[in-house]
């Protein structure tokens, strides 16, 4: 009697180590989604502070694309009120819809081709455009990692025990997949 209820103790303690050692395990990758998250928002957050700047150069060379400017002013406030991480990512396509209008536009301008202020901030766009990248990257494969370890069995189990639920991966908007194009003949 004595040696089963030792068995059976030492089972629940088995069993007790694992639950709690697979609750850390998920709990700490899913922070490591979160985290890479603010990581893309970072860099979200220094494309809208250029994004003011690169608009008022191209401003002061052409007035009659309104619309771009329009477009990248509602998409950066949709993205400042978004509160979770797909309707930030869906504000943020908005956001390189629009931009990609505008840097077509500006090719089209050698005003603006030869304007030291535009091609710097060009310049940083282009860095912080990789940058986004990067970050989208890294927070997808947390996401996949996450994904994967809260599906698998056993883990699954202790995933559905304490609430752990799918983590969405970040996608392109599907306008941000059409080239813009832009009608400069008026």
């Known amino acids: ?7 059976i103790i030492g089972i629940v303690v088995v069993i007790a180590l694992y639950v709690g050692g697979t ?6 990758q899913n922070e490591s989604i979160n985290g890479q998250w603010a ?5 979200y957050q220094r494309r809208f502070d250029l994004i ?7 401003r002061g060379v052409m007035n009659q694309e309104k ?6 002013a509602d998409a950066r406030t949709k993205y400042g009120s978004a509160v979770t991480a797909d309707g930030k990512a869906a504000a943020a396509g908005q956001v390189e819809s629009a ?11 050698p005003t603006l081709k030869s304007s030291e202020n535009a091609t710097n901030l060009m310049v940083d766009l282009a860095g912080t455009e990789n940058r986004i990248a990067v970050e989208r990257k890294g927070y997808n494969d947390a996401v996949m990692v996450y994904n994967k370890s809260i599906k698998m069995v056993p883990r699954s189990i202790v995933a559905a ?7 969405a ?18």
Do not use: C, H
């Not at 609750?23 to 700490?28: D, G, H, I, P, R």
């Not at 990581?39 to 860099?43: K, P, R």
């Not at 931009?99 to 301008?109: A, D, G, H, K, P």
């Open 1 to 7: 009697m004595k040696k089963s209820l030792i068995i």
């Open 23 to 28: 609750y850390n395990s998920l709990v700490t």
């Open 39 to 43: 990581q893309v928002e970072n860099q």
């Open 52 to 58: 003011p700047n690169l608009v008022e150069v191209v």
């Open 67 to 72: 619309e771009i400017f329009t477009a990248l």
């Open 99 to 109: 931009l990609s209008r505008l840097l077509v536009v500006m090719e089209n301008y």
């Open 161 to 167: 025990l304490f609430g752990f639920d799918e983590r």
């Open 169 to 186: 991966y970040f996608e392109v908007a599907p306008e941000a997949k059409v080239a813009p194009k832009v009608d400069l003949t008026n």
